[in-house]
């Protein structure tokens, strides 16, 4: 790998044998994903220092965690729905009984309720770096000292 981002060698082995996800391991409704979406190797390095930041937790409220990233208009009135998040606010609140769904219920749930520390939900990651897409899959990251293959 060719990359001008470096990271702290000691902070990614770390949040990569600690971080998990979002949300609340007690909550009624649990998603697994591959990985969080990001863009590149700069924003896993800015999501890292944040994790750091924030106290290196293994599971985070996301709203909290993406406010800090700079984030703060999804967690806000008037909020975009985040579309990977909608398929999971749509499972449940129809497994809720909710039968009809307002763009502005979605909403809601995003803002109040999806991944939040205290609420019913968790959202966990099986692969612990956020990857662009499928086809740009982060596997090896370059530290100081040597590579990591994940």
């Not at 697994?32 to 106290?55: L, P, Q, S």
């Not at 909020?79 to 998040?85: C, E, N, R, S, V």
């Not at 968790?122 to 899959?137: H, K």
Request: hydrophobic fraction near 35%.
């Amino acid at each position: 790998m060719n990359n001008s981002i470096f990271f702290d060698d000691a902070l990614l082995e770390k949040r990569i044998d600690i971080f998990y996800g979002y949300g609340n391991y007690q909550g009624k409704y649990w998603f697994i994903g591959m990985e969080e979406a990001g863009r590149g190797f700069k924003d896993v390095n800015h999501r890292i220092n944040i994790w750091a930041k924030r106290e290196e937790k293994e599971i985070d409220d996301v709203a909290e965690y993406h406010i800090d990233m700079g984030w703060p208009e999804g967690f806000q009135a008037g909020a975009p729905i985040q579309p990977t998040w909608k398929g999971l606010i749509r499972t449940v609140l129809t497994a809720k009984g909710q039968e009809i769904l307002s763009k502005e219920d979605i909403r809601q749930y995003q803002i109040e309720e999806l991944g939040r520390e205290q609420k019913e939900t968790c959202l966990l990651e099986l692969l612990p770096l956020p990857s662009p897409s499928i086809n740009d899959w982060i596997r090896n990251v370059e530290c100081r000292n040597k590579t990591l293959h994940i």
